[in-house]
């Protein structure tokens, strides 16, 4: 469960160009709940999620995750509770990477990193399957270089 508690952001405070970006944000959303973020430029929506990601502190407020405050954690710590697919596909993945081996990177962002093999054989199984899910002919590609995908297929 996500929970939002009257969250603010002003950028550039104090100045000319303060930017009154969020005003009190509050938003509870439930696991499997699926939520659409609807406004104009610079309406903020872009600054929400980065402030739930952590890329941008929060001024005032509070954001936790299954009851986990995790306002203050830095990005890298909230990656535990957080996967993103951003608008700019060639953000997000390692282009000279396999597909398996972003999909790797990944499953097991917010784990401690140590040396291992890259991707196992019951990884690579599961992997499979997920793509196959997704009904994008990815499977048989798994070895392919993420570059060569398309915006969408890395998105």
């Known amino acids: 469960m996500l929970i939002i508690k009257n969250v603010r952001k002003t950028f550039n405070k104090?100045?000319?160009n303060e930017k009154k970006a969020l005003r009190g944000i509050n938003l509870?959303?439930?696991d499997g709940d699926f939520v659409t973020i609807i406004g104009g430029n610079g309406a903020g929506k872009s600054t929400?999620?980065?402030m739930i990601a952590g890329a941008y502190p929060v001024d005032s407020g509070i954001i936790e995750i299954d009851g986990?405050?995790?306002?203050?954690?830095?990005?890298y710590k909230r990656a535990k509770y957080i996967g993103r697919v951003f608008q700019d596909p060639m953000k997000g993945t390692a282009a000279d990477m396999q597909i398996e081996e972003n999909m790797a990177l990944a499953f097991r962002r917010g784990e401690r990193?140590?040396?291992?093999?890259?991707?196992t054989p019951?990884?690579?199984?599961?992997?499979r399957d997920a793509l196959?899910?997704?009904?994008?002919?990815?499977q048989s590609r798994m070895t392919s270089k993420v570059g060569l995908l398309s915006g969408g297929q890395r998105q």
Do not use: C, D
């Open 132 to 138: 196959e899910r997704l009904g994008l002919g990815l």
């Open 122 to 127: 019951k990884e690579r199984e599961f992997y």
């Open 68 to 75: 986990v405050n995790i306002t203050k954690q830095p990005e």
């Open 113 to 119: 990193r140590r040396l291992r093999w890259a991707v």
């Open 48 to 50: 929400l999620l980065n």
């Open 28 to 30: 509870t959303l439930q």
């Open 14 to 16: 104090g100045t000319v």
